[in-house]
Nanobody
């Protein structure tokens, strides 16, 4: 599977913003969906946002709606996640993954190493 490299994570104060980027290793993005997930300390990995280019659609977890925006950056072949109004609860390792449509469901593979986002209170 294609591997991805996440970057942009940092430590910020509550209310601040960060922009994460996900770059494919060795190829451009051509998957059905590209998504961001996150895993907080002691918690399971959860879905954050996805973009489906062929449908020109995006979808967000309720916890980040109105604050996060997922987008494609054609200039550098990345999928970005703009995060605004960050809260301490957003503290997590953020992962990018490519998804393919399998039997009507999106199957993710090609997880990156993740990038740490820490929001101080």
């Amino acid at each position: 599977q294609v591997q991805f490299v996440e970057s942009g994570g940092d430590m910020v104060q509550a209310g601040g913003s960060l922009r994460l980027s996900c770059a494919a290793s060795g190829r451009t993005f051509s998957s059905y969906a590209m998504s961001w997930f996150r895993q907080a300390p002691g918690k399971e990995r959860v879905f954050v946002a996805r973009i489906i280019p062929v449908l020109a659609s995006t979808y967000y977890a309720d916890s980040v709606k109105g604050r996060f925006t997922i987008s494609r950056n054609s200039a550098n072949n990345t999928v970005d996640l703009q995060m605004n109004s960050l809260r301490p609860e957003d503290t997590a390792v953020y992962y990018c993954a490519a998804g393919e449509l399998v039997s009507g469901r999106i199957k993710y593979a090609g997880w990156g190493q993740g990038t740490q986002v820490t929001v101080a209170s």
